[in-house]
DNA sequence: AGTGTTTAAATAGCATGCAATGCGATTGCG
DNA sequence: CGCAATCGCATTGCATGCTATTTAAACACT
């Protein structure tokens, strides 16, 4: 474990992401979703009715990606995907009553993940991870980009 | 997006560790490497010879997960497995000649994308970032332990 | 010794993520 | 107008991660 002294952030932030995952598919499966799809019905809670394209720019994963995510939702009956008028190549996808009544209480369970990651860092730590975060993020997009 | 406000953290993690990780996959290509297999390799960089409890253990991911990626470096040709005398349910994991060829040049790889996610940070902060990190882990670790 | 429990691995099934391709629809430009 | 380039999406193939289950071996205790 010692070598992990020099690289030990990127294995930090794995380990981090994958119990807030964890934490979060425990909070969710009560209401029947997945972490993977939160982004996209955030995105669609916002605003219905966006294509593919739209959603992938907002989430900021690949298009294949989130291709999978909105066949299993749809599979699960969250969405639908209606023909776009505009454009015979997209499709407007749609959440279904089902997912509309599920915002509240889903918002409440990923909020209350996050609450609890947080609750032994004081509240200025917190902002500061958050800056941090984002800044290592940016940096990181920099090259990719 | 302003939703996301709320349970942020959760978001900017996983995107982290999905930067992180391409980076790194990016940097260990070259090598005929992945993401998955440095945290086994350094594990086995330290101690040649482990089971696929200890190396469980010492990495902390499921076993299941661990299995799975021992079989692609397998068949990459990176270790091998041996019948342990003292225990046959149990398999010894030693690291083949060209395994061991790799360590400093994928230790290298590994710390210069570590290296530049925070290069825009400076060391206390990365400090800071990295305790606060940890405190988190242990924090999402209580309930699920 | 014999049986029940624990332990080590393997396997099945699933969710997310990626890159690379293919394909039809649209657009832009000569 | 017509063709080339671009765009939107689907599909394929792969890597990682998880949970749940199965199998065999080792242990423990009567």
Known sequence: MSDFATFSAGYRVA????LFEQALAEALRPHGLTPGQFPTLLALWHRDGQTQAELVREIGIEQPTLALTLSRMERDGLITREPNPADSRSRIIHL???ARSLKEDAIAAAASVNARALAEIEDEEAELFMDLSARIVSTLRERTD
Do not use: S, W
């Open 96 to 98: 279904t009553r089902h």
């Open 15 to 18: 380990q981090m992401a994958r």
